[in-house]
């Protein structure tokens, strides 16, 4: 589950599990989080469904004998947390392991458009609320959906 300081009615908890398969160096993952009905879908969100359900499957390739592995992504959302349409989610990278360092360099997006976060979120009367103009709001909902590059540097002890 999240919980978000300054806004426990966006507080929530899921349930979830994973199957993992290693064949040599590829290696395969599916799995599934289901967020029961709770208060947070009682929120102003664009769907009426009170629950939701996210399913993902994930391959990662380790070519012998290399600090490299290759690996993907790929979710679908579906229920409460839907952004106005059930949508999907992925990944695509490639990691670097030093000593205990790991750098990670992945494009991580959604199939969420402009329009279907405008249409789920921005509204003259919501984006006043919050003190945004129309462009701003409309920037502000789509940012977390858009697909961009992500690098990161992992300590692990």
């Known amino acids: 589950g999240y ?21 040599g160096p590829v290696t ?3 799995g599934v989080n289901f967020a029961p ?15 939701n359900t996210y399913v993902f499957g994930e391959l990662s390739f380790s070519p012998p004998s290399t600090p490299f592995v ?5 979710g679908h959302t579906g229920g409460g947390f839907d952004y106005g349409k059930q949508y999907l989610d992925y990944s695509a990278g490639v990691s670097y392991k030093y000593k205990a360092l790991t750098f990670d360099l992945s494009v991580v997006g ?14 003259a009367a919501g ?9 701003t709001c409309s920037n502000y909902w789509h940012r ?10 992992t300590a692990s002890f």
């Not at 919980?3 to 064949?23: C, L, W």
């Not at 984006?127 to 462009?135: H, P």
């Open 3 to 23: 919980i978000y300081p300054g806004f426990p009615a966006g507080n929530y908890y899921e349930i979830y599990g994973d199957v993992v398969k290693a064949y």
């Open 28 to 30: 395969a993952k599916v």
């Open 37 to 51: 009905a709770q208060k947070v879908f009682n929120l102003n969100f664009s769907s009426a469904q009170r629950s």
């Open 70 to 74: 290759l690996h993907t992504h790929l």
């Open 110 to 123: 959604t199939n969420i458009s402009r329009s279907d976060t405008d249409r789920a979120f921005v509204s």
């Open 127 to 135: 984006c006043a609320g919050l003190g945004f103009t129309i462009a």
């Open 144 to 153: 977390p959906a858009k697909t961009v590059a992500v690098g990161s540097i």
